[in-house]
């Protein structure tokens, strides 16, 4: 019985001996992630205007105002690859650009006639681009429905993020890299966030681990 | 000299029957394994390929600081931090307009109490024909509050309204001055913005204004006796 017992209980020891560092290491490093993302949550939330947070560690898009959550959007799928990134500041400098409608000189009793005089949810792009602060590129993509076309999408992302390192790699030799993160939505999440994401929006970059 | 004549050979003369067979085999075996080494290299490479770009290319958050060697001063912190974030939250009775879906919600004591379908801003863009003025009609985003609470308003109409009927600008501001079009009741927001009524009441839940948030009879009249001045509006 001893025989059994005393290996493993030393086997016990030991990995408590190993593991436990790593756990701490582990939860200092989400205690400064967490600090970075409320320091920069402490100085948005200060102001009148809202702001977003990009979360993909935990797959979320969320818009806020003074700390409270206006709008969630869960991530379907993501990818990020590139220059690595801290936890931190952001803003939106730029985003796909959409043509406004022209206001004609009309009669607005007549609903008909406002159709292609207004720009409403319905019209937003579901693909689109958008560019952070700090050459960030995020391509946002409406999740596709129907047996092929989500074939279709998985192999497009299969094909991004084996093109990708190598586009990495490159910016990496021209000393020039800069990061790149898609996200597919479901595609009225994908609407939502360019109504809600317009140029010059400050917000929190929160990278994968 | 030994001679074979033609006679004595076999019926079937040529080549050994074995050889053609022995060749074939030899050029698939080879090709075969040409084959395969091609694709083991191949794979080799573009799995060495994956696997170099994933590590060096994957972006995920940057390196830690020397922060770490204090992670109980870093809890005080968060918390300390995050109580001032939960100061700043709303509280109390405010109102928050969601642009998109063309919604109002009343929030009190940490809940919705009255959701309102309303129209916002169209998001069009009108030319002055005469000048080099524009206007963006999109309802402003962000935090604002109730400035004013008025009965009976009168519209005083911009320019852009005149502009848009096709109409020529007065000269006299009384000419401006417009009743009945902005409802029972308006609510007034800041920089000519107002949450009034409307006499279209089928074109709420669309974006049809000029940037004001028009409200039907029965929402808006609860909101002006339920709202009081100081109120927050967060609009987004």
């Known amino acids: 019985m001893q025989r059994v017992v005393v290996p493993v209980l030393l086997a016990t020891v030991l990995m408590g001996t190993t593991a436990s560092p790593a756990r701490s290491a582990d939860d200092a490093r989400s205690l400064w992630r967490e600090n970075r993302r409320l320091q920069a949550e402490a100085v948005l939330a200060a102001t009148p205007k809202p702001y977003f947070e990009l979360d993909l560690e935990q797959r979320l898009v969320s818009l806020k105002t003074r700390g409270m959550v206006l709008l969630e959007v869960p991530v379907q799928e993501q990818g990020i690859w590139g220059r690595r990134l801290a936890v931190g500041p952001t803003s939106v400098v730029r985003r796909d650009a959409l043509a406004r409608p022209a206001v004609a000189i009309g009669d607005e009793k007549n609903p008909s006639s406002l159709d292609d005089q207004l720009l409403e949810l319905a019209d937003m792009p579901a693909t689109y681009r958008l560019g952070l602060a700090g050459e960030v590129d995020i391509e946002v993509l409406p999740l596709a429905t129907g047996r092929w076309p989500l074939w279709r999408q998985r192999l497009s992302v299969w094909r991004w993020r084996l093109m990708r390192p190598l586009v990495t790699l490159r910016q990496r030799r021209d000393r020039h890299e800069t990061t790149a993160i898609f996200l597919i939505l479901k595609p009225e999440d994908a609407q939502r966030l360019y109504w809600t994401l317009f140029e010059g929006l400050d917000g929190i970059l929160i990278p994968p681990r | ?236």
């Open chain 2, 1 to 236: 000299m030994a001679t074979v004549s033609a006679p004595d050979l076999p019926p079937s003369s040529g080549p050994l029957p074995v050889a053609p067979r022995a060749t074939a085999w030899v050029v698939a075996r080879t090709a075969l394994i040409v084959f395969l080494v091609l694709l083991g290299l191949a794979l080799a490479g573009f799995t060495a390929l994956l696997g170099a770009g994933y590590y060096l290319s994957r972006s995920t958050s940057g390196p830690a600081p020397a922060a770490f060697e204090n992670p109980d001063s870093l809890r005080a912190e968060n918390l300390k931090i995050g109580k001032k974030i939960e100061k700043l939250r709303p509280k109390g009775l405010f109102l928050v307009v969601d642009t998109g879906k063309n919604r109002l919600t009343v929030h009190d004591g940490g809940r919705v109490v009255r959701e309102v379908v309303v129209s916002c801003g169209s998001g069009g863009v009108l030319e002055d024909p005469k000048g080099g003025r524009s206007w963006v009609f999109d309802t402003p985003r962000g935090e604002r509050q109730i400035k004013s609470k008025v009965k009976h308003p009168t519209w005083i109409k911009p320019d852009w309204a005149f502009i848009e009927e096709g109409e020529a600008i007065p000269k006299n501001s009384n000419d401006r001055a417009e009743e009945g079009v902005m409802g029972d009741y308006a609510l007034g927001i800041g920089n000519g913005y107002f949450l009034h009524g409307t006499l279209y009441t089928r074109l709420l839940g669309r974006n049809v204004t000029h940037g004001c948030v028009r409200i039907g009879d029965a929402d808006l009249e609860y909101l002006y006796k339920n709202v009081p001045l100081g109120t927050k509006v967060y609009l987004f």
